[in-house]
């Protein structure tokens, strides 16, 4: 009767833990794909990051930023800096310019990147 | 022998007996069976002892796999996957402040399968359209003959990958080319120097530096572990874009054929900007041509490249070593009487400047004759190991591929005539870069400085070259010679800038120097009561018409678009004028609104 008993029970503790194996090996397996799928995705947000950077660097080139002054010159009144212009603060007068607001409604985005989620 | 069952001797024996012989038939079998079952037994436990020695391997084996496993760290299996031999990644090179100079951008390479095209021909009239740079009739030859794979381009960009998509044509496919991009163009172009592809597959190409950094620094950018660390010079983007503006004006002004200038960091020698002009876009940089003369070339770089004969610009290093050397202070008088002879070579100044000078006016009024008679006075030893000390017998140790195959020119045979030539800056031919770093070193108290383009984050002062008295007695002078002699035209009110001009006849080729093609450079420092920076700016054959007259010396070349750089790189430096020291300070028109 004992030994029937221990039978059982040892049957049913091989299926149990068989059966806790597989599960932690399809877990593994899923994980290994969701990782992959991360590195994917970093790899490609990583190249949007440099190719914004490139791009960033490109739009602040200084040739372009000098183009942006010189057009501009009307409206900004932008001068090089000269040591004559350093001065002391109570000297400074201070522009009594009201700033436009400005409309950032409807931002486009610029990378290609999609949504994963 | 195999006993029989019934031996025939025993039997008839048993018989006499009246035994049953049937017993000895049973005992024979008894036996038999005996050893029969002795050898079952053995066959049976050897078996078992196979049986054994297998499952102790086969569970010996999991057991050692399992102790592996428990033993070593976790490893993510997904990370083993072969790596391309070819990588197309480098590292992206940014200034001192973190701004982008060189990156990598992701392209597309076209490249064409002939044998899966479905219209050849159409095919290469439509990429001859969107790539006027094609070939039509060469395109169609290569699509309808028997070669497998054409490279098309080796770059596209996207709207050109989309006009190419618009033909619909499978046989042209894209593969993933990283493309070096200078996002600046032609800034900084001599120092970045430029890139081309190495090894190529149809995945990625290799990126390989050419020149500049770019070469210097290939195994450090390519580096697979320090891929997402950016090479950081000590290069300042806006100063360099200054720098070269303001270079390129005063070379157009001073009709010159080149202009050179460094901005260096008198203590750290970490060159803040350096240009040479012209210069070149490094995205699309143009071949190597074999010039008679090198510095025809844009690529030439004439501030590390350059060697020049860099004239009255060395007669700095004759004071040094006059005072470091205790023959005199700088009120010690000089006998300049001219001209002086020595065999037949004849020593002149510009104009007579008495009979004799103290060696602070020989500086000041750039007195060839004092220069020399100082020269001869230390030595030609003195003074062959005070220039060794500042660099000018090796190449310049910066960071530059094409630096450090550029020899100075010493004098063959060291003379007493080539100790003073050399004193006043003629029989000797150095860099720019090689003037900035022994200038830096005098001045900045007499420390040995390293000339280098990357950021330096900590810095232990150099081997000492001049006493600190000297150096400031140095700077003293150097400073005179902008408030009262040849560089007047250098003063920037507030940054007490000294330096030393330098006028050198260019050598001719054919022999002799020409009359009226001139180097002129000036090598300044400041502010020279405690200097921060070193520039050095050389313009090559300047000429300007001035006062009804055309001038050459750098006093009226060099020196103003030095003073043009000061002013313009000081303040984007940070550097605010020393007001006390300007006196008179004009401020900005703005009125203060009550």
């Not at chain 2, 054959?541 to 750089?565: D, N, Y």
Request: hydrophobic share 40%; net charge negative.
């Amino acid at each position: 009767m004992t030994r029937i008993l221990l039978y059982v029970v040892c049957c049913a503790m091989v299926l149990v833990t068989g059966y806790w194996a597989y599960e932690e090996n399809y877990e593994t397996q899923d994980a290994q794909r969701r990782v992959e799928t991360l590195k994917k995705e970093i790899e490609q947000q990583r190249e949007a990051i440099r190719v914004l950077q490139a791009e960033w660097a490109f739009l602040n080139r200084p040739s372009r930023l000098r183009a942006l002054v010189e057009m501009n010159f009307n409206d900004l009144e932008l001068l090089e800096i000269l040591p004559q212009h350093y001065a002391d603060v109570e000297f400074v007068a201070f522009p009594q310019i009201e700033v436009p607001q400005l409309d950032l409604n409807n931002p486009v985005s610029v990378s290609e990147q999609e949504d994963q989620n | 022998m195999r006993t029989p069952l019934r031996p025939l001797a025993r039997i008839i024996d048993a018989r006499e007996k009246g035994e049953n012989p049937d017993h000895i038939e049973a005992e024979e079998r008894a036996k038999r069976n005996h050893v029969r079952q002795v050898r079952l037994r053995q066959r049976a436990e050897s078996r078992l002892l196979v049986l054994g020695l297998f499952f102790l391997a086969a569970f010996g084996t999991v057991a050692v796999k399992m102790g592996g496993l428990a033993m070593t760290g976790p490893q993510d299996p997904g990370a083993r996957q072969t790596v391309s031999a070819i990588s197309s990644a480098r590292a992206p090179i940014v200034d001192r402040n973190g701004a982008v100079l060189a990156t990598n951008l992701l392209t597309s390479s076209l490249y064409a399968h002939p044998h899966e095209m479905i219209e050849p021909v159409k095919a290469a009239e439509g990429l001859a359209r969107i790539f006027p740079t094609l070939d039509r009739d060469k395109l169609i030859a290569d699509f309808t003959g028997t070669r497998k794979f054409i490279w098309v381009r080796k770059t596209v960009s996207p709207e050109e990958r989309q006009a190419v998509h618009e033909l619909g044509e499978p046989g042209l496919l894209f593969g993933t080319r990283d493309l070096r991009l200078y996002p600046n163009g032609a800034l900084a172009a001599h120092i970045l120097g430029g890139a081309k592809f190495g090894e190529e597959s149809v995945h990625a190409a290799e990126i390989l530096g050419v020149a500049g950094v770019e070469q210097r620094f290939n195994a450090r950018l390519n580096d697979p572990d320090t891929l997402d660390t950016p090479l950081e010079l000590s290069i300042d983007l806006t100063v360099q874009a200054a720098m070269e503006q303001v270079l390129g004006t005063g070379m157009r002004l001073m009709q010159a054929r080149g202009a050179a200038s460094i901005l260096m960091d008198a203590h750290t020698g970490e060159i803040i900007a350096m240009a040479s002009l012209p210069d070149f876009d490094p995205n699309q940089r143009p071949a190597a041509i074999n010039l008679a003369d090198p510095s025809e070339s844009p690529l030439f770089n004439r501030a590390a490249q350059g060697v020049y004969e860099l004239g009255s610009t060395f007669k700095i290093f004759a004071a040094a070593n006059t005072l470091e050397l205790g023959q005199g202070t700088p009120e010690t008088m000089i006998d300049t009487r001219g001209p002086l002879k020595y065999g037949q070579f004849t020593i002149k100044d510009f104009k007579d400047y008495g009979p004799k000078l103290s060696v602070h006016d020989v500086m000041v009024h750039s007195s060839n004759i004092g220069t020399a008679r100082m020269a001869l006075a230390t030595g030609a030893g003195a003074q062959q190991e005070l220039l060794k000390k500042l660099g000018f017998f090796e190449p310049v140790p910066v960071e530059l591929a094409e630096a450090s195959l550029t020899q100075p020119l010493l004098p063959p045979r060291w003379s007493d005539i080539s100790t003073m030539t050399v004193s006043y800056g003629h029989g000797i031919a150095a860099t720019p870069l090689h003037l900035a770093t022994a200038y830096a070193s005098v001045t900045n108290g007499g420390f040995l400085v390293t000339p280098t383009l990357l950021k330096q984050t900590e810095t232990t002062p150099g081997a000492s070259v001049l006493r600190p008295e000297t150096s400031a007695q140095l700077r003293a002078m150097l400073r005179a010679v902008v408030t009262d002699g040849t560089a007047s035209f250098g003063e920037v009110r507030g940054y007490e800038v000294g330096g030393k001009t330098g006028s050198a006849d260019k050598p001719n080729p054919d022999g002799g120097y020409f009359e009226d093609k001139v180097i002129a450079t000036f090598a300044s420092v400041f502010p020279s009561s405690d200097p921060k920076y070193v520039m050095v700016v050389t313009l090559d054959e300047p000429s300007i018409e001035i006062l009804g007259e055309t001038r050459r010396t750098a006093g009226w070349t060099a020196v103003p678009v030095s003073a043009e750089l000061v002013a313009r790189l000081m303040p984007l430096l940070g550097e605010r004028p020393n007001i006390a020291s300007a006196g008179n300070v004009q401020y900005t028109g703005a009125k203060p609104q009550q």
